[in-house]
Each structure stands twice: as structure tokens, then as C-alpha cells.
């Protein structure tokens, strides 16, 4: 059973646009939002995370939206740079729990 | 402050064999997970260790196993290897306390195994 999904799996966009990237969750127990960035050849690092208590956080050119009674939350990438292509996870836990259930990945090609 | 370190970068075995892989985590940190990652499959769990601890196991067969020492460094060994064990292993260090930090995870490179 997957617990995250998420879309689009790969995503065009063009320089100084705006990339979108949705993921909607079914387990209500989940209390921590993180999305990941991945490039290829390195490990998966945190970029911007949420948590249920508030609808929308925003650091930089990076903005996580939050919709709790539908069990979505999205990842805003503004200005997108051909730097922001890699491999986009979002992932969800619960509290008291080091276990991370992450969506399959949307790979981010920026082009000039 | 370094970063998590894995050893080795790649790995080549063949069906049958056992491997084992190597995690340092971030300074300080006590909690160290460890991930697959596939095309196919994506990131899924396996287990996470804290203080010499397994603390949760994901849904991985028993030739998956791991352990974790004083200094908080871990291994994972996969024994009687598959060619669907080939994959990315990755390995997450956390402060393993509680508050806001505890759920930031940092992954490490990862290691790349190959079955042949």
C-alpha cells in the first residue's frame, strides 16, 4: 500500500517558471512533511519541510502548501532555475517515529 | 561539521554472496536509518537504530539485518544476495532527542550494489 503519492513523475519547465509537484497521503497519523532534493550520483537532502499545524511555509524561491482536510500537500518551486533539475521526494512521518514514507519521485528538468 | 559518510561508494557482487555496508553518521547524532532505493520501488525503509538499538524494521525479508555500535556507527549486511537486491542503499542520521530537529533526517551518498 502506498501511503504517499505523488505527481507528476517528470516535470518540463521552463527558466523562470513555476514548477508544481503534488503529493496527498492517506495515513492521518502522519505530523511531519519533508520534501527532499535529489541530485544524481548523492544522497537525498532536505530542502523545505511543514508540519500540519500551518497551511503554507515559504523559504526562498521554495513554498510547501498544505491542505489537511484533503490530505494533499504541494511543493512550489518560483523562478525555477536549470540548477533546481533533480529528483524531487516528498515524504511524511509521525510523531515518535524515524521512519520516513516517501512518494516515488518527480524528476525536475529546468531547460533555458 | 562532516556530513554522513557510507563505505563503499559501489559494490559488485554475485547471487549467493553476503555484503556488508558501512554508515558514519553526522557527529552527535544517535539515530541512524537505513534506505533502498530502486527505480522501481523508490526510497522504502528498512530499519533505523538508535543507541545499539533496532528501534523499527520496514517490510524487508530477514537476509536484511544491521546493527549499530557505541560510536553510533552502523553496518547493514544482506546475506545469500538476489539480483533484485541491487540497488541504492542509503543511510539517514538524526539526533534521535525530541523536539522540532528530532524528524530531520540527513542521507549520506549512499552505496551503490550491484548483483550480477
Known sequence: QQQVKQSPQSLIVQKGGISIINCAYENTAFDYFPWYQQFPGKGPALLIAIRPDVSEKKEGRFTISFNKSAKQFSLHIMDSQPGDSATYFCAATWAGSYQLTFGKGTKLSVIP | ?116
Open chain 2, 1 to 116: 561539521k562532516a556530513g554522513v559518510t557510507q563505505t563503499p561508494r559501489y559494490l559488485i557482487k554475485t547471487r549467493g554472496q553476503q555484503v556488508t555496508l558501512s554508515c558514519s553518521p553526522i557527529s552527535g547524532h544517535r539515530s541512524v536509518s537505513w534506505y533502498q532505493q530502486t527505480p522501481g520501488q523508490g526510497l522504502q525503509f528498512l530499519f533505523e537504530y538508535f543507541s545499539e538499538t533496532q528501534r523499527n524494521k520496514g517490510n524487508f525479508p530477514g537476509r536484511f539485518s544491521g546493527r549499530q555500535f557505541s560510536n553510533s556507527r552502523s553496518e547493514m549486511n544482506v546475506s545469500t544476495l538476489e539480483l533484485g537486491d541491487s540497488a541504492l542503499y542509503l543511510c539517514a542520521s538524526s539526533t534521535g532527542t525530541e523536539g522540532l530537529a528530532k524528524n530531520i533526517q540527513y542521507f549520506g551518498a549512499g552505496t551503490r550494489l550491484s548483483v550480477l
